[in-house]
């Protein structure tokens, strides 16, 4: 062994002791794993990270590359790694973790895994695999015990701590190696049925499900299937391998919604196959998870439908089935709507113009988003009317006109404002935008009530307090259209300024004529006065430009006018 392999085996070694010995220098190991019967451990697995003079060892993956190793001074062969090194690492994990396996530092299975740079690239390797069968036996009791009492039996909510772990335990293959997948998604049913009367909750405990089947399904079952080409800046691309679709293995599940839930046939357990975790994976996601999210879950039934799977493909072409059919489909004379939740689409057929029509479409859609329809949805639109909001900007979309010809009823706003408050949600856009005309769910609506009419304040108070600034940018055409329509009152104050609160930097009001009256200097005032400092400049931007200027403004005032351009320059924090 050279004295260069020795010195960089003792700077691994001396890493691997010094995280040993800091993790049981804790004095908190017992309290964190007494909050849960479902943890037996804190750890299960660590990865060692060789660069000289800087190795790493920890229990999150470091993330070295190809492109560190134009700065490695030292590389090794694959052989010097697997022969020399490898068994001289797990010697020493093996003795720590005889001294450690059976405390709450040690989860029942462990896995250590090191990155090496070598003269042929970065070598990635699990060096070992590491499983205390009385633990992993005790935590199959405590699960079967847990689901038995608390989810089969059970009548009060579940704690998230504890989903985070059964989730994840009920796909683990070691746990698990014969996979009951309508089992599995029955008790993820339960959970979010007896969390279902607490929304916040429940969303976590969704979040925390569908992220254990999208771990499970990237990392375990498609790599099984598919030849994986993993990208952190683009989505993963899965090329199916030769002889591996699956055909007549696969014996569909239905898939259905009783009462906003996704539930599996139990008649069927017997015909399961994990392939079913993977729809229901794609049916959660589309369905909860934010938009950004969306591409995901199309793409798990894409990749279903490559192995033979039919209720992908049907899925694809239909619908998730999660939906009634009567929810999903309506046909009258005046309107014809059908829903797909799996591409986020409403299509409307128009048959004849008038407020019934809209009417029945909107009562379709506003059903819809009851029923927990994709709020990031757009529209396919034939008609023969092609009307569009008077606001310079927006996206000339099929959504966009069906809300525009929708406005033009009088007779129907008080529903379009029903729907406006059943879509409006925070990082939700409308499926047909993107970039600077990319838009919240229920814009439309809101946009045309606000213009038409004062009795909608709120509304635009409401909508406003749910915009993405940091995604959105048509929240700035509407304001400007706003400023332009009611100018500066009493009444439209209050609004203007909530809304200036969401705008970006690139918007300017042509309303400097206006605040010449000291009066509505005064209601400006009143109202930017309440607001933190950097929340009261991004409001007078728009209308005064920089801070700076408002405070030339004041010194050049007199009387009154001076205080009060002073009182709103000392808002903004000058």
């Known amino acids: 062994m050279t004295a260069t392999l020795e010195q960089a085996l003792e700077e691994m070694i001396q890493a691997i002791d010094d995280w040993f010995d800091e993790q049981a220098a804790r004095t908190d190991l017992e309290q964190i794993i007494t909050r849960t019967t479902l943890q037996m451990g804190i750890f299960d697995d660590i990865f060692v990270l060789y660069k000289p003079g800087r190795t790493i060892v920890d229990s999150l993956d470091m993330g070295w590359d190809e492109g560190s190793l134009s700065t490695q001074t030292i590389r090794f062969t694959e052989e010097m790694v697997r022969t020399e090194i490898q068994p001289r690492l797990v010697e020493v994990v093996q003795q720590r973790l005889a001294e450690w396996a059976d405390t709450p530092l040690i989860d029942y299975r462990f896995t250590f895994r090191g990155k090496f740079p070598t003269s042929s690239g970065m070598l990635k390797l699990t060096l070992l695999e590491y499983i205390n069968e009385e633990k992993r036996q005790q935590l199959l009791e405590r699960i079967r015990t847990y689901t038995e009492q608390k989810l089969e039996n059970g009548v009060y909510p579940t704690k998230p ?6 989730a994840k335990h009920l796909l683990d293959p070691v746990l698990f190696p014969s996979m009951d997948a309508a089992c599995i998604i029955r008790q993820y049913e339960r959970i979010q049925t007896l969390n279902r009367e607490r929304k916040d909750a429940l969303a976590e405990h969704r979040h925390t499900i569908i992220y254990a089947l999208t771990l499970w399904a990237e990392q375990l079952f498609l790599p099984k299937y598919f030849d ?24 569909d599940t239905i898939i259905q919604d009783k009462d906003m839930e996704i539930d599996t046939d139990q008649d069927q357990a017997e015909d399961s196959h994990p392939i079913d975790l993977l729809l229901y994976a794609a049916v959660m996601i589309l369905r909860f998870e934010p938009s950004y999210s969306k ?11 490559q192995l033979g799977s039919g209720q992908a493909e049907r899925m694809l072409a239909e619908g998730s089935g999660a939906y009634k059919p009567e929810d999903t489909y309506v046909k009258t004379e005046q309107v014809e709507c059908q829903a797909n939740d799996v591409f986020a689409r409403i299509t409307i057929l128009i048959h004849q113009e008038g407020p019934e029509a809209y009417q029945q479409a909107l009562a379709f859609i506003v059903h819809l988003l009851g029923q927990g329809f994709p709020k990031s949805y757009h529209i396919k639109l ?14 000339k979309s099929d959504t966009h006109r069906f809300f525009a010809n929708a406005l033009e009823y009088s007779e129907l706003h008080s529903l379009l404002e029903q729907y406006a408050r059943a879509a409006i949600q925070e990082f939700e856009f409308y499926a047909d935008t993107e970039g600077e005309k990319s838009g919240m769910p229920g814009s439309y609506a809101v946009f045309g009530l606000g213009l038409s009419s004062e009795q909608y304040f709120p509304l635009i108070n409401d909508y406003m307090g749910q915009v993405d600034d940091e995604h959105q940018l048509i929240q700035d055409k509407f304001i400007a259209a706003f400023a332009e329509k009611y100018g500066v009152t009493v009444e439209s104050v209050p609004v203007l300024v909530m809304s200036l609160r969401r705008s970006t930097d690139g918007l300017k009001l042509k309303l400097l004529p206006e605040f010449e009256q000291d009066k509505k200097l005064e209601w400006l005032l009143e109202q930017v006065q309440k607001l933190e400092a950097h929340d009261a400049q991004r409001v007078l931007y728009p209308i005064f430009g920089k801070v700076e200027k408002l405070v030339a403004l004041a010194r050049k005032a007199d009387g009154k006018r001076k205080e009060l351009l002073l009182g709103l320059s000392q808002a903004a924090g000058k």
């Open 161 to 166: 701590l504890e989903t985070t772990f059964l």
């Open 228 to 251: 994986v080409q993993i990208s952190d800046y683009r989505e993963n691309e899965y090329t199916l391998k030769p002889g591996q679709k699956l055909g007549g293995q696969i014996k």
């Open 295 to 305: 591409p995901r879950g199309l793409k798990f039934l894409e990749l279903a439908k």
């Open 382 to 395: 034939k008609s023969k009317v092609k009307q569009y909001l008077p606001i310079k900007g927006l996206a």
